[in-house]
C-alpha cells in the first residue's frame, strides 16, 4: 500500500522557522506534485500549497513548499500561535485513482 | 465565495445505508471535479471518492467500491454520497470538498465544507 511519511509532530517557538517532510518510496506519487493543507482543531482543512510551490491566494508567504526527487517540504518562517495545528500532505496516486495523503504532522507553537 | 454545506451524517447501524449531500454556492458548479474526503475519529485525512463537473469520470477507494455511489445534480449545484452496507470502519467526519482547478480531476481541494458526522454502530 502507498504511504506519503510526516513526522507525527514537530514545534518552534514564535518567529522561528520549522519545516515539514513528507516523503514515499512510491515511484508513481514521486513524480506527481504535491499539496499541504493546514487544519485547526475542529475545522475543515485548508489549502497551503499546490504543485509543490505554489500558494493559492490569501496565504502568507510565510509558507513554502519544495519538492525533490520523492520528497517534499512545508517550511512555515516567522511563527505564529495561530500556525498551530495538524498539516497534511498529500499527492495524486495513480494506483489509487485519488490522492493520497499523508499521516499527518502536529505543530505545537 | 465559495460555500459547500454538507448535510445528512446520522447514527446508523452496520449493514444501514445513507444518504449525504453537499449544497455548493459561489462558483459555476459544473465546470469543477467534486470530492467526499473523511476523517476518522482523531485520525487522518482519506480521499473517499471523485467525480468530474461533467459526471464522466468518477473514482472510489478501494474499501468503498460496489458500496457507495457518487452522484451529482448539476442543475441543482448538489453533491451526493449513497452509502450502503456500512460497516463501523465507515465512521469518521464527511467532508464535501471542490477541486483548485477547473475542467480537471486534479485531486487538490481549494474549498472545504464544514463536514458532517457519519457514526455507524450497534
Known amino acids: 500500500q502507498s504511504v506519503l511519511t510526516q513526522p507525527p509532530s514537530a514545534s518552534g517557538t514564535p518567529g522561528q522557522t520549522v519545516t515539514i517532510s513528507c516523503s514515499t518510496s512510491n515511484s508513481n506519487i514521486g513524480t506527481n506534485t504535491v499539496s499541504w493543507y493546514l487544519q485547526v482543531p475542529r475545522t475543515a482543512p485548508k489549502l497551503l500549497i499546490y504543485?509543490?510551490?505554489q500558494r493559492p491566494s490569501g496565504v502568507p508567504d510565510r509558507f513554502s513548499g519544495s519538492k525533490s526527487g520523492t520528497s517534499a517540504s512545508l517550511a512555515i518562517s516567522g511563527l505564529q500561535s495561530g500556525d498551530e495545528g495538524d498539516y497534511f500532505c498529500?499527492?495524486?496516486?495513480?494506483?489509487?485513482?485519488?490522492?493520497?495523503f499523508g499521516g499527518g504532522t502536529k505543530l505545537t507553537v | 465565495e465559495v460555500f459547500l454545506v454538507e448535510s445528512g451524517g446520522d447514527l446508523i447501524q452496520p449493514g444501514g445505508s445513507l444518504r449525504l449531500s453537499c449544497a455548493a454556492s459561489g462558483f459555476t458548479f459544473n465546470t469543477y471535479a467534486m470530492y467526499w474526503v473523511r476523517q476518522a475519529p482523531g485520525k487522518g485525512l482519506e480521499w473517499v471518492s471523485a467525480l468530474s463537473g461533467s459526471r464522466i469520470s468518477l473514482y472510489y477507494r478501494d474499501s468503498v467500491k460496489g458500496r457507495f455511489t457518487i452522484s451529482r445534480d448539476n442543475s441543482k449545484n448538489a453533491l451526493f454520497l449513497h452509502m450502503n452496507s456500512l460497516r463501523v470502519e465507515d465512521t469518521a467526519v464527511y467532508y464535501c470538498?471542490?477541486?483548485?482547478?477547473?475542467?480537471?480531476?486534479?485531486?487538490?481541494?481549494?474549498?472545504w465544507g464544514q463536514g458532517t458526522l457519519v457514526t455507524v454502530s450497534s
Open positions: 470538498a471542490k477541486d483548485l482547478f477547473s475542467s480537471v480531476v486534479s485531486g487538490v481541494f481549494d474549498s
Open positions: 498529500a499527492a495524486w496516486d495513480d494506483t489509487l485513482h485519488g490522492p493520497l
Open positions: 504543485s509543490n510551490t
